[in-house]
T-cell receptor
Framework: GAVVSQHPSWVICKSGTSVKIECRSL??????MFWYRQFPKQSLMLMAT?????????EQGVEKDKFLINHASLTLSTLTVTSAHPEDSSFYIC???????????????FGNGTRLTVT | AQTVTQSQPEMSVQEAETVTLSCTYD???????LFWYKQPPSRQMILVIR??????QNATENRFSVNFQKAAKSFSLKISDSQLGDAAMYFC???????????FGKGTKLSVKP
């Protein structure tokens, strides 16, 4: 079945540095990918929608200059957390829908997530 | 805006018994899709079952079934013959017909007692 690969699975960085997270669709082309954030014991909150070849669409309250999203190809989207701070520590999950499966009822395929810890 | 509500933060079930997880949603759309996802401690999101709103028949996947009440905007998940491996967080999710992203409920933590 369709697989979404997310890398790294965990990362520890110092405050003020930047971290890049990659999300790849391995056996399908994803024109749209979604980035979610999940705090401990909470639900997934959509941060932004990544569109191939165009600018990402950010949800209200998400700083686009802090969370840079690049979707340069049909199989890769990246999320860069710039000038990270401890409050950015969280679990970040990407997802993509296989457009070849059918209409919008096709489920989203999720990456395994990235646990970011900013010290 | 669409919302998804899971009113049970935690549930517990005895192994081999049946448990029902509740979910309600609010939407003004007529075309939408509903999902239940399982998130074990590994944090991997696993699709359990999905339901198209235009289908009256409740979806079933082996031990998992839903009770979809469109008029009441209710979408509960029934797990039969519960197994230890069913222990996880369960998220109810909504997707509008014109959207790609999912809107999640806050989740229900399911414990399975041996």
């Amino acid at each position: 079945g369709a697989v979404v690969s997310q890398h790294p699975s965990w990362v520890i960085c110092k405050s003020g540095t930047s971290v890049k997270i990659e999300c790849r669709s391995l056996d399908f082309q994803a024109t749209t990918m979604f980035w979610y954030r999940q705090f401990p014991k909470q639900s997934l909150m959509l941060m932004a929608t990544s569109n191939e070849g165009s600018k990402a669409t950010y949800e209200q309250g998400v700083e686009k200059d802090k969370f840079l999203i690049n979707h340069a190809s049909l199989t890769l989207s990246t999320l860069t957390v710039t000038s990270a701070h401890p409050e950015d520590s969280s679990f970040y999950i990407c997802s993509a829908r296989d457009p070849g499966v059918g209409s919008y009822n096709s489920p989203l395929h999720f990456g395994n997530g990235t646990r970011l810890t900013v010290t | 805006a669409q919302t998804v509500t899971q009113s049970q933060p935690e549930m517990s079930v005895q192994e081999a018994e049946t448990v029902t997880l509740s979910c309600t949603y609010d939407t003004s759309e007529s075309d939408y899709y509903l999902f239940w996802y399982k998130q074990p401690p590994s944090r991997q999101m696993i699709l359990v079952i999905r339901q198209e709103a235009y289908k009256q028949q409740n979806a079933t996947e082996n031990r998992f079934s839903v009770n979809f009440q469109k008029a009441a905007k209710s979408f509960s998940l029934k797990i039969s013959d519960s197994q230890l491996g069913d222990a996880a967080m369960y998220f109810c999710a909504y997707r509008g017909g014109s959207q790609g992203n999912l809107i999640f409920g806050k989740g229900t933590k399911l414990s399975v007692k041996p």
